[in-house]
């Protein structure tokens, strides 16, 4: 847990993109999928509280997660590495947005 926000709070973006992919792969087999992504956006739909309600009258979480998962999957084969992750990071702040990841504190 330390370490954790050692790495958040002090990392270089790149180690902060790789802390997230680590904790976005949740079945720890080396990429994120499309579930693992709805999930998240899912999760980030209820901690807004009543915002949660304007904003999935404005885009369903699922149909969210699709947009980000097609964004951040470079090669379109339905799995996203953490170099894809890192990668699209990098070069589209809105997805770091979107997921909540704040690289450049």
């Given at each position: ?50 915002n949660q ?53």
């Amino acid at each position: 847990f330390l370490l954790a926000i050692d790495v958040t709070s002090n990392g270089s973006p790149e180690e902060k993109l790789n802390w997230a992919f680590s904790m976005y792969d949740v079945d720890g087999n080396g990429w994120i999928d499309l579930g693992e992504i709805t999930n998240i956006v899912r999760s980030i739909y209820k901690m807004m509280g009543p915002n949660q309600v304007l904003a999935e009258k404005l885009v369903a979480p699922e149909i969210r997660a699709e947009g980000i998962f097609r964004r951040i999957d470079i090669n379109s084969d339905g799995r996203v590495t953490r170099q894809e992750f890192v990668q699209s990071c990098l070069n589209d702040p809105k997805i770091l947005d979107i997921l909540g990841v704040g690289i450049w504190q």
